[in-house]
């Protein structure tokens, strides 16, 4: 198939500007308004018998879709989640245990050690008691790749083809695959009510527009800003809660694609040692939804902010108190906390963008990486 930019200058950017579309298609799939039931994820039902634990592998950005994904099966659906790095699995994988799901997410669906993960647990539960045997389910854009071919259930994400290196629709699109298993199982499981997966759902139907709203009032703002780091060195992202993650994903982005040091941090835990490498040279990025941890997020940029460190603000509050605490602020819509990394992510991936185009680097193939990774 010919994937053209269509007048955008890189893959990526028009990748970045595909994401409402790609989260309308998901919708579709996994929400479908005219469907008897709220979701339809097509799971074999012995999935879900007994179920009592879920572990997923993955690598790069799908093991950051992944952290989302345990927040959300934890906090919704109650059920105990570990993710763990599939390369790390590969030697040292964690227990066999009984009645669990594992999950593959792989947007290629051709990560070896994604896939070798997968394979180790299938063969290692081969011809053990029931409660014991394998379910293995894959996350992937690719249906009809090597690991839509290995697992026997698959959630499709929907992303269509994506061309930069630099992961971001498809990442959108496996967050949602995540709402779409955590709101089933929640269901089911009755760990939520009924009027709150309405209200969750109804919530999700609201992002298309908000990322929209994001794209068309924030872009030419971060282009801007851009300017001011010319120089910089290294960058901090900062999140909490279901945000930690996203603070990962925005400092892997930038790595990759601008050669900037950059680290994602949980806020809370920088005052146990990262705090040290702040100073005037140093910005720092925090995501501060309302929720939670807002609070707590607050003052752990106030404290960064004490260090001289320029802040930057990912936040949905556009009061006097954000605006004198962040010397830029970078608002996204409002929305309920628990679905916040579908839009806190947005103006990540554009800062990375916009940060290395102006470097006038190579985005959509930077150095040293490969779309999809099939060696160890
Ligand atoms: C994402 O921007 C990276 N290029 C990389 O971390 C990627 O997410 C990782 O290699 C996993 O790829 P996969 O989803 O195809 O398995």
Redesign the pocket.
Known sequence: IMVEKQGFKHFMLKEIYEQSGVVRACLEAYFPASAEKPMTLGLPEEFYADLEQIQIV???????AALVGKYLLEQLAEIPTQVQY?SEFRYAPSPMTANTLTIG???????A??LVALSMEKERRQGKEAKYQARLLGI???PESTLGQMVGSIINTHGGIEI?????K??IA?LMAFYGLALDLAHRRQTITAERLIEIIAGLRQLPTKIEAILETQERYIEQLVHDFAETKDFIFLGRGINFPIAL?GA??LK?ISYIHAEGYPAGEMKHGPIALLDVKVPVVAIAMPGSVYEKVISNAQEAKARDSRLIGVTSVNDGEAAEIFNDLIPVGEVEEILSPILTVIPLQLLAYHIAARRGLDVDQ?RN?????TVE
């Open positions: 993955a690598c790069g950005t799908s093991w950051h599939a997410v792989t947007q290629s669906g051709e990560t050690d994604t992937t854009n690719r930069g290196v630099a992961a971001t498809t990442f496996q994903e892997l982005k990759e930077p990486l490969a779309k999809s990774v």
